[in-house]
């Protein structure tokens, strides 16, 4: 059997769900091969010499720094329209009756923390028939839907449903039908 070639072994130093890089068992047999890298925030650190074009300065990853699991999106500062513009994004499936959305990952009340804002800017192949007026540009989405008419009306149309969905059982419910019930020569007596 061959010798593994030396670009396809294991990764020298891994770093853990906590951030912490640790050394792999042929890190430890190799010793003779490790060359030093530059030193990061005062610690110096340690790898394989064809490995060192894979990983070429090891930081230390701090809470505060973005996660490679997050493809490098910070966390955002979260204010009022941030949070209704991700409230809306979680109501798709509600808002439009046409279309199906999956699901969304996070639960009712906990809204993603790493999330960017970012604004279409229309191509320049695209005809300027197509594209918004300034006039008809908003600035979040919540405006953006409120100034549809048809999101509009499907909203009221719903909300009306609903409304009357919840008051059927309420205190005049019952009087309506007794009075339904009550014969209609018996009506007039008192």
Same mark, same amino acid.
């Given at each position: 059997m061959?010798? $593994?070639r030396k670009d396809?072994?294991?990764p020298?130093?891994?770093f853990?769900v906590?951030?912490i890089?640790?050394? /792999?068992?042929q890190?430890t047999a190799?010793p003779?091969?490790?060359a !030093?890298v530059?030193s990061?925030?005062?610690?110096?650190? =340690?790898?394989?010499?064809?490995?060192s074009?894979m990983i070429?300065v090891i930081a !230390? *990853?701090t809470?505060?720094? $973005?996660?490679?699991a997050?493809h490098e999106?910070g !966390?955002a500062?979260?204010t *009022?329209?941030?949070?209704d513009?991700l409230?809306?994004?979680?109501m798709l499936g509600?808002?439009d $009756?046409? *279309? @199906?959305?999956?699901? &969304?990952?996070y639960?009712k009340g906990?809204l993603?923390?790493n999330?960017h804002v970012?604004?279409?800017?229309?191509?320049p192949?695209? @005809?300027? &028939?197509?594209?918004?007026? #300034? /006039?008809?540009?908003?600035?979040?989405?919540v405006a953006?839907l409120?100034?549809?008419?048809?999101v #509009?009306?499907? =909203?009221?149309?719903k909300f009306?449903?609903?409304?009357?969905?919840?008051?059927?059982?309420?205190?005049?419910?019952s009087?309506?039908?007794? !009075?339904? *019930?009550? $014969?209609k020569? =018996?009506a007039?007596?008192?």
């Amino acid at each position: 059997m061959a010798p $593994p070639r030396k670009d396809r072994l294991e990764p020298l130093i891994g770093f853990g769900v906590d951030g912490i890089a640790t050394l /792999s068992a042929q890190a430890t047999a190799a010793p003779k091969r490790v060359a !030093k890298v530059g030193s990061v925030a005062g610690n110096s650190h =340690a790898l394989n010499a064809f490995d060192s074009r894979m990983i070429p300065v090891i930081a !230390k *990853r701090t809470p505060a720094a $973005p996660s490679s699991a997050w493809h490098e999106i910070g !966390k955002a500062e979260m204010t *009022r329209e941030l949070k209704d513009d991700l409230n809306v994004v979680a109501m798709l499936g509600v808002i439009d $009756p046409k *279309r @199906f959305y999956k699901r &969304s990952d996070y639960k009712k009340g906990k809204l993603p923390t790493n999330v960017h804002v970012g604004t279409i800017v229309e191509g320049p192949t695209e @005809f300027r &028939s197509a594209r918004l007026a #300034r /006039s008809e540009r908003r600035t979040n989405m919540v405006a953006e839907l409120m100034a549809d008419s048809k999101v #509009r009306s499907y =909203a009221k149309r719903k909300f009306l449903e609903v409304q009357t969905q919840s008051q059927r059982g309420g205190r005049n419910a019952s009087k309506a039908k007794a !009075k339904a *019930r009550k $014969p209609k020569w =018996a009506a007039n007596r008192h």
